[in-house]
């Protein structure tokens, strides 16, 4: 390794640190951060950096280990799990979306090839930063954060049909059309055929030697044993001539069906990330500044027509599939963006001198400014949903579908109404059960609130801040509320709508940060409660406990700390 190259790694990863840090500042996705560094070197001129065809290749070696990664974390028992509802809209979306988007690229003057190619990658969504943002909301495994994980998970699943589309659609298989849908064929069928030998290979031979080796534990033979298995059947794949992305990918399904033997994805995620860094700011580099300048409105008008018709399809298709307004709103609201593997394969067919360098600068363009309106996404949807709430001339326009409250005849009272069936929701009603006080539940989770009718309990599935829904759950009659959710703004919007109905409701509701406790006060909660923290401080009695700490003592200790 020269030292100019070491030299260029520490300055573009010094760039990429401060952009990501910005870009985090501004509530920016910190891939835009990296992204604009690479714009500043673009602009300061690409000879600053003496080293690129190796940055470049490092940066190719980066997508290889992305979709190695990404098939580890595509595990058989993860797509058994894929509700089926899902499975359509997610489907659906990217081919509904790609055949509306397709003559509108024409229009803006793309061959049939290149329309067809970007039609499909602006249908697919941010992964990466859309789990991000799920988990620090606190919304990754309860819904609708769930469902929009399993919606990403199923487009991620067409990215390996797309890159074996290459040679159709960019006229390298050549003949009359039955020979090229035979090639087609048999570039489909041929990594699948292959994939499935080495996964039996795997299961009836490999893990039986890995069983073995593993006989003697050794942190390092593990991870040697990760990259010996990995190494193998890469280069098994490209001996049978698949590419270097797609064999990445299925041996990291493979690896994934040895992930009780092999060493885990946190080994190889910071080598990724590094590597991805460096694409990212490279790609930056490629982006071209006279380009977006010149055509600027045309990419401004592209972008919100791409975002805007991704929205109205993924809406359409939930709401099809019988998912609730609320719901459909914020699931579509999350995934109307143009996610990381556009610029990844775009890149792939820039490198492979399938599309223009002027096509790469539109892909490039619309993916930084889809990416730059995540932070008003759901402000946006927010404020469409409370108008159409305000006015009973639009909500018979978007009507919900109520489940009915079990067992309801007659009037409840005195009972609890429970906002949100996820972990937190499910333990409440245990609590409930046992000391025999009845409740109502509300939940967005359709499944869920069946499971809860058919044990004979009352339960509704409906938006709990929608006046109709509190209104058939009895909130007038009732005694408390118990707000589970984790989306702050919605609990917000919980509060206001009961404590309007019922000023003598006590309301308990969760919240995230500390910071939050004052407003939810002030709106009218009568309690709130911060999960993480409750967790912390039972563990922390438990300790006091080990220690022979009288229980006086510890009721003291807790009671200072909720007072600070």
Known sequence: MTESFLRDIIFIATAAFFGGFLARSVKLPPVLGYIS????FSLIG?????????????????????????GFEITIDALKKIDKRILVVGVLQVIVTSFVLFPILTYFGLSISVAILFSILFSFSSTTIVIKIL????????????AIFLLL????????PVIILFPILFGEATGSVSSILGSLLVSAVKPIIIFLFILIFNKYFLSKVLGFIFRYPSHELTILATIFTAAITIALLKYAGLPDAIAAFLAGVIISEQGRNLAPLSEIRPLRDIFLVIFFVLTG????????IANFWMIIFLTGIVLFIKFIVIYSLLRIQFFNFSPSLKISSYIINVGEFAIVIGQLALLDHHISNDSYFLLLSVFILSLAFIPFENTIIEKIHTKINKYKFLKRLFPDSHGAVVHSEQKVVNHVIICG???????????LDVAEIPYIVIDYNRKAILDIQNVGKHALFGDPTDPDILGLAHVKSAKAMVIT???VTENKKIIKVAKYMNKNLYIISRIHRKEDESEFLKL???????PESEAGLRLGVQLLKNFHISKDKQEEYIKRIHEV
Do not use: C
């Open 135 to 146: 988990e620090e909301k606190g919304m990754l495994y309860n819904f609708p954060g769930s």
């Open 524 to 530: 009218g909660a009568d309690e709130v409660t911060f």
């Open 37 to 40: 560094s690479g714009i500043l």
């Open 285 to 292: 580099m490629l982006f071209s500044v006279p380009y977006f």
């Open 153 to 160: 998970l199923v487009q991620d699943l067409f990215v390996i």
């Open 485 to 487: 959710f984790s989306d």
């Open 46 to 70: 690409r000879p600053f950096i003496s080293s690129y065809d190796g940055l470049l290749a490092l940066s190719q070696l980066g997508i290889s280990l992305l979709l190695f990664t990404h």
């Open 421 to 431: 069936h996820g972990r937190v929701g499910r333990n409440i009603r245990t609590v």
